[in-house]
């Protein structure tokens, strides 16, 4: 048992010295981690990295403490301790003044620092005997221990020691994201996909610091969120998927756990409602909504642009206005998603008046609109949001509207186009998507949308071809790992050969956290080997 600090670092010195005297070789035979921070496995990358080359050992008698002025940073310490528990089997105390035994510490400090630009930014400097990390806000502290975490290897010493202790490398951590916004979606609507799913994929985008989750709810196959003015849209529009299989919907309940989860990981969820195209589901159940003159009937098959609202009809605004206030009540998120994409039996004149109308809906419930790039082709304002997945010339016109805009080009960043002709899941009408391909573009240099335009990047994944969480991760992973550090870190620290090898190296994380990612051959995958189920064991 290591007694005191004196032992501790004593034990950290043997450790350090024999990695300093081991042979690159001779490193990987003993597993010993790396104490270098400019060699960790982050991602994404930090803005500014200044290894100093020594170790904190981290243990049992490691405590962590948190800036008594807000209640949110202790919150933030306890989700740390959690992930180092379930990491490392270790279970240290927060905030307890009553330690027996405290030989380091982990501090959570707000900081009102200038380096700290945005919320998010965050300082980490981490010594021989302690980690400090800065942010001025409890979500820039919740983006700092998503590092912290990183940090810790999988592996612990405990070859040397009787108790085992984590090596973490120090020095100093300046990290600011490049774009405020970070995301994914996720289509519910073709496929229907559970709360435990939504948040298991919630845990796994958090720990790579994305920050916002779009969930695509309604289209011609699926209703999926309970709207207690218009019932049968679940009853009916809710009942059926592509494929046949039996859909499903979020009750009220269910979307604000799944917003409430989300905001305990500082990530907002941004619900969709797409219209006046991709909505057979809404009509079938109210069929005074359909607009393209025939009988609509449940629809399994995966075809687009047949649908549309009547978007000369009054009711159809009294609808949505009904829709936008419920969900609106339920998500804290400023933005609303109202689609606006393929309405390809929408008459291009009926298409701007219904955009119109529907962005002063959802103004009038306090949020600003998103929608895809063809809502661009309306008379928005400003302050709406395009998000640009297909047509350059609609980015282009968002941009003259002084409107902010979404990469999100399904070339370069959609989910769900197939790795390479072998995938299992995926389509490819827009291209195939290698791991590489999906990495290697600059959404600042895209199509010459101006920096001061983009809002971030966001990576969706639509679900046609995927039916359960076990699909839904070999299309998203390890891509969209990818995607957060081209949403968070400079092009500067951008580079394809440092991220492959930072990226298998989270094959151990992702194993842990039974993630089943495609393996893609360009990586070279780390093993995994877990010393938390060796101490399970004995
Ligand atoms: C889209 O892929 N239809 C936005």
Redesign the pocket.
Known sequence: MIKSAFSKYLIISIILLAVIGCTEKKKRILNLPSTDMAEASLIPKPLKIIATNEAFGLDHTTSIYTSANDKNFEKVGLFLADKIKSKTNLRLAVNDPEVPEVNGVIYINQSDSDELTTAEAYQLYITKDSIILNAKTAEGAFRGIQTIRQLIPEISNDTITELPVWVVPTGKILDIPNFEFRGSMLDVARHFFSVEDVKKYIDLLSYYKINALHLHLTDDQGWRIEIKSWPKLTEIGGSTEVGGEAGGFFTQEDYKEIVAYAADRYMMIIPEVDMPGHTNAASVSYPILNGNGKTPKLYEGTH?GFSTFDARKDTVYSFIDDVVREISALSPSPYFHI?G??SHVTKKSDYIYFVNRVEKIVQKYGKQMIG?DEVAQADVSSSSIA?F??SEENAQEAVKKGMKVIISP?KKA?LDMQYDTLSKHGLHWAAFIPVDTAYVWSPEKYAGIPKENILGVEA?L?SETISNLEELEYLAFPRVIGYSELSWSTQENRDWDNFKVRLGNQAPYLDRMNVKYYPSELIDWKESKFTYKEIKKD
Request: glycine share 8%; hydrophobic share 40%.
């Open positions: 687009v689609g994409d393929e895809w998000q997945w297909d399904a959609y969706p639509w």
